[in-house]
C-alpha cells in the first residue's frame, strides 16, 4: 500500500493559535479499510453463530412451543430457552423486567423467546423459522395516549413546578391549547448490533462488545452466568456509530454469546442482521405532547403547564432519565416564571425504547420552539422577537427546576447569529417572495438550543484512567469512555500530550477493557471527554508531580525552574529530551503509572423536591434554516443553514464541526424524512433501508455554514472546554420551524398550521391546505398524527 506523506496525520490549522491539530486517530484507519470492527476479527474455527426466535404477537401467554425441528436442521449445536440461563435471566440496566429470553409470555412483537447457535448465521436464521409456537393473546396498549388513558406506566410520574402556573394561566391576557405528537428515531448506526464471546480456561469469558457500556455489558454478563464480575473481562475498540442505541441494549447480545458460548466451550458471535436489529433493539421515544400557555399582549410567557407522555415500551430502560431529561430542557432557551411541567413514562407492548443522541431532550427543545412560533402568529410578531423577549438574561435566570442560567451566552449568540446571517434582510426578502409566489413559500426560522450536560443521574458523573510512560518516552492511556467515531480517543491523547507539554504523536490510547479501568460509566450523555479526560488529566499531573520533585532533588533547581515545553525537558538552564529525561527517571526509580479519577462537581437534584442542580453547565448554540416548498406537492428543499455553536475552549475545532455538522444532519433527519410506522397489531413496519429513509448527501443543505462562538467555559471543565456530542441535534429543529413558517405563511402568519414531526412531504403538504382552508374560513380538523 502508498505510504500516506507524513503531514497527512497532522490535520488543519487551528486558526486561533496557527496550529496544526490532530485528525481523528482513526482517520486513516477508516477510509483505508484498516479499523478493525468486531465482525472484521477473525473467525475461529469452532466459531458459532446465533439468531434467535421472535414474537408474532404484541402481548400474550405462550400456551405451547415446539422445537424439534429447529434443533434437527443441519447447522444446528444448541438450542436454549430461558430455563437454560445458569444465573439470573434479567438483564435490565437499572430497573428490571428485561428479559434475555421470554418465559410464559411476550410484551412485543420481536421479543426474543429461544435463542440458536449454528456453524453459520444462515442455519441458525433458517432453524429459527421452523419453531412452532402457540400463544393467547391479549389486549395490547400501543400507544402513549392510551398508556394515559389506562394509567399504564413503567415508572412513576414526576412533576416539576415554579410559581403559580394555574393562577397565572387564569389571569393571562392570551392562552393558546394544543397538543403535538412527535416521533420517535431509527439509531441506524453503521455498524449493527454484534458481541462475540471466548470462554477462557477458568470459567470466565471475555467478550468483545459494540457497547457504549462495556462495564454494564460486564456486570450482565456475569449475572447471567452467575459469575463473579472479576470474571469477565470486555473490550471495546470502536464502533460504527452508537447514538444512544449502543448504551443499554448492546448488553443483550454480549449476555446471549456468552451463555451459548460457556454451554458449548467455544466462540460464539451474535450479530444482528439490519432488519432484526430494527426490530428487536429500542428507538428514540416517541412522545406525546400537551401544552397550555398565557402571555402576554407581547408575546411574554406567563404561565405553561406541559403533559409530557412518552412512549417508553414495555420496560423501564433508561426511560426515566428520558423523561427527566425530556422536562428538564421543556424551557429550552426561555425563562418560565410560572410553570408545571409533568413526564408520564407510559407502557405500551412494543419493544422497549431506549437512549438516542439528545436523550429526551429533543422532545422537551421542540415543544418550546413550538410554543414560541405558535405565539408568535398570535401577536403578529417574527418569532425571533420572541425569542428574545422570552430568552434567559439577567433577571429571568433561573430554570423551573431551580438552575441559575449563570452564563450570558445565550442572548449574545443569538445576537451574533442573527447579525452574521443577515437575518433581517433574508426576512424582508422571503416576505416579498412569498406574497408574490402562490405555487413556492419561503421559510425562515433562528432556533437556540441550551442543553444541561452531566448525567441527571449522579452517581453516572465519574471516569476513570491508566496512564503509564514507558522508558522510551511513549505514553499509553486507557479510559472508561469508547469511542464510536466521536473522536474521544484524540481528544484523550491531545489531553494528554498538552499536560505533559510533549508531542501528540507519542501517545497512544489503547482499547476501552474492564480490567484497565472499572465500573467506567457509559459514553453518553455528551460527558465522555468532561470525565474521561479530566480523569486521564488527573493521571498525567499525578506522574508530572513526581517527575517535578525528582528533577528538584536530582539536579538541586527550584520548582519554578522545571518545564517541559514541545518535547523538551526545561531544567533551570539546561534542557534534556523528554525520552532522556524519561530514562533518568526510570532509572532513579521514580514511578511512571497513575491512575486518575474525576467526580463531577457542584451537581445534585433533589427529586422529592424536584429542584436542584443537575447540569454542571449549559451548551448553547443557534442555527438559521431557510427552506423552499411547494405548495402543490409538498415537497422542499433545505437551501441554507447557519450555525453559530458554543463549545468553549475547544480542544480540536476540526472534530468539533464535524460532530456539529453530523448532529445538525442527523436532527434535520429525525424531523423530516426518518418517519418510524407501526400496523395496528404493534409490528414495525419501517424495518428496513428500503421504508426508513435517514439523511444522505443530496439532503445536506446547499450553503452549510458552521461556526464556534468563541468563549471559554465559565466551569473548570477539562481546558475550559464544553460538550459538543448531542446539543448540536437540536439546532435541526430549525428546519422543522423553517417549514412551519413556511406553511404558515399560505396564511399570512394569521395562524400556525399544526405540523407533524417528522415533517415529511405529506405532512408538510397537509399543513399548508390547513393554513389555505383557515384563510379562507373553512374549519377543517387537523391529523396531527399523519401516517402514525
Keep these: 500500500m502508498r505510504k500516506l ?16 491539530l490532530p485528525v481523528h486517530e482513526s482517520a486513516i484507519k477508516h477510509v483505508t479499510g484498516q479499523a478493525v470492527y468486531i465482525d472484521d476479527m477473525p473467525e475461529w474455527p469452532n466459531e458459532l453463530h446465533v439468531a434467535t426466535g421472535l414474537s408474532t404477537e404484541a402481548y400474550a401467554d405462550i400456551v405451547s412451543i415446539n422445537l424439534d425441528k429447529v434443533r434437527a436442521y443441519p447447522g444446528v449445536v444448541d438450542v436454549i430457552v430461558q430455563a437454560d440461563i445458569p444465573g439470573e435471566i434479567d438483564v435490565s440496566p437499572v430497573l428490571s423486567g428485561d428479559l434475555l429470553l421470554a418465559g410464559d409470555f411476550v410484551h412485543f412483537i420481536g421479543q426474543s423467546i429461544f435463542a440458536v447457535a449454528a456453524t453459520s448465521l444462515r442455519a441458525a436464521k433458517q432453524a429459527v423459522a421452523l419453531a412452532e409456537i402457540e400463544y393467547k393473546p391479549r389486549e395490547a396498549t400501543l400507544h402513549p395516549r392510551q398508556s394515559l388513558e389506562r394509567q399504564e406506566f413503567v415508572l412513576p410520574t414526576h412533576t416539576i413546578s415554579c410559581g403559580d402556573a394555574k393562577g397565572s394561566l387564569e389571569t393571562a391576557p392570551n392562552k393558546l391549547k394544543s397538543d403535538m405528537y412527535i416521533k420517535g428515531q431509527e439509531h ?22 459494540s457497547s457504549q457500556h462495556p ?33 443499554s441494549q448492546a448488553a443483550v447480545l454480549g449476555c446471549m454469546a456468552a451463555v451459548l458460548a460457556v454451554r458449548n466451550r467455544c466462540p460464539v458471535k451474535y450479530r444482528m442482521p439490519r432488519q432484526d436489529d430494527m426490530v428487536q433493539t429500542g428507538k428514540r421515544h416517541d412522545f406525546w405532547n400537551s401544552y397550555q400557555v398565557g402571555f402576554s399582549d407581547a408575546g411574554e410567557i406567563l404561565a405553561a403547564e406541559y403533559d409530557m407522555v412518552g412512549k417508553c415500551g414495555c420496560t423501564a430502560d433508561l426511560s426515566d432519565g428520558v423523561v427527566d431529561r425530556a422536562m428538564f430542557h421543556a424551557d429550552n432557551a426561555y425563562f418560565l416564571p410560572n410553570a408545571r411541567i409533568s413526564g408520564y413514562r407510559g407502557k405500551t407492548h412494543t419493544v422497549s425504547n431506549t437512549a438516542f443522541r439528545g436523550f429526551g431532550g429533543p422532545k422537551g427543545v421542540i415543544l418550546a420552539e413550538n410554543v414560541i412560533e405558535e405565539i408568535a402568529c398570535a401577536v403578529g410578531k417574527d418569532a425571533l422577537d420572541i425569542r428574545k423577549l422570552n430568552c434567559y438574561q439577567t433577571g429571568k435566570d433561573t430554570t423551573p427546576y431551580g438552575q441559575k442560567v449563570d452564563d450570558d451566552v445565550l442572548l449574545t449568540l443569538i445576537e451574533e447569529l442573527e447579525t452574521s446571517s443577515d437575518y433581517r434582510a433574508r426576512r424582508e426578502a422571503i416576505n416579498a417572495f412569498n406574497k408574490q409566489n402562490p405555487f413556492l413559500k419561503k421559510g425562515l426560522a433562528l432556533t437556540p438550543v441550551k442543553f444541561g450536560i452531566s448525567f441527571t443521574s449522579k452517581h453516572l458523573n465519574q471516569g476513570g484512567a491508566l496512564l503509564h510512560i514507558y522508558t522510551d518516552g511513549s505514553v499509553h492511556v486507557s479510559h472508561g469512555g469508547t469511542e464510536m467515531g466521536q473522536g474521544l480517543y484524540t481528544k484523550v491523547a491531545q489531553i494528554v500530550a498538552k499536560a505533559f507539554g510533549i508531542d501528540y504523536q507519542r501517545v497512544n490510547v489503547g482499547s476501552t477493557r474492564t480490567d484497565k479501568v472499572p465500573n467506567a460509566s457509559p459514553t453518553a450523555a455528551s460527558a465522555g471527554t468532561d470525565l474521561n479526560g479530566m480523569a486521564a488529566l488527573d493521571a498525567a499531573m499525578t506522574i508530572k508531580g513526581r517527575l517535578q520533585e525528582f528533577a528538584m532533588e536530582h539536579f538541586g533547581i527550584a520548582t519554578d525552574a522545571f518545564a517541559i515545553e514541545d518535547d523538551q525537558v526545561i531544567l533551570g538552564s539546561d534542557t534534556m529530551s523528554f525520552p532522556e529525561f524519561i530514562k533518568l527517571a526510570y532509572m532513579n526509580r521514580v514511578s511512571l503509572s497513575s491512575t486518575g479519577f474525576y467526580k463531577t462537581p457542584k451537581i445534585g437534584y433533589d427529586r422529592k423536591a424536584a429542584k436542584g442542580r443537575p447540569f454542571l453547565y449549559f451548551a448553547n448554540g443557534a442555527a438559521v434554516a431557510e427552506v423552499i416548498v411547494d405548495t402543490f406537492t409538498g415537497e422542499y428543499k433545505v437551501t441554507q443553514v447557519d450555525i453559530l455553536h458554543d463549545v468553549g475552549d475547544s480542544i480540536n475545532a476540526d472534530i468539533d464541526i464535524g460532530q456539529i455538522e453530523g448532529a445538525f444532519v442527523q436532527g434535520m433527519g429525525w424531523l423530516t424524512s426518518e418517519e418510524l410506522s407501526w400496523d395496528e397489531k404493534g409490528r414495525i413496519t419501517t424495518n428496513s433501508p428500503a421504508n426508513y429513509k435517514i439523511p444522505t448527501s443530496a439532503d445536506i443543505p446547499e450553503k452549510f455554514t458552521v461556526k464556534l462562538f468563541d468563549r471559554a467555559n465559565s466551569e473548570e471543565s477539562v481546558y475550559r472546554s464544553k460538550a459538543v456530542g448531542e446539543p448540536p441535534l437540536m439546532l435541526g429543529i430549525s428546519v422543522w420551524c423553517a417549514l412551519k413558517d413556511a406553511c404558515a405563511s399560505v396564511a399570512d402568519h394569521t395562524f400556525s398550521p399544526p405540523l407533524a414531526v417528522p415533517a415529511t412531504p405529506e405532512a408538510v403538504y397537509y399543513a399548508m391546505q390547513a393554513a389555505q382552508n383557515h384563510k379562507a374560513g373553512v374549519k377543517v380538523e387537523v391529523d396531527k398524527e399523519a401516517s402514525l
Design 5 to 20: 506523506p507524513q503531514d497527512f496525520t497532522l490535520g488543519a490549522k487551528n486558526a486561533a493559535n496557527n496550529r496544526l
Design 188 to 209: 441506524f448506526y453503521l455498524e449493527g448490533q454484534i458481541s462475540v464471546a471466548v470462554p477462557n480456561e477458568d470459567g470466565g469469558v471475555q467478550v468483545f462488545a
Design 215 to 247: 462495564a454494564e455489558v460486564q456486570k450482565l454478563v456475569a449475572r447471567v452466568l452467575g459469575l463473579p464480575v472479576a470474571q469477565v473481562l470486555v473490550e471495546v475498540r470502536r464502533m460504527g456509530g452508537g447514538f444512544g442505541g449502543k448504551e
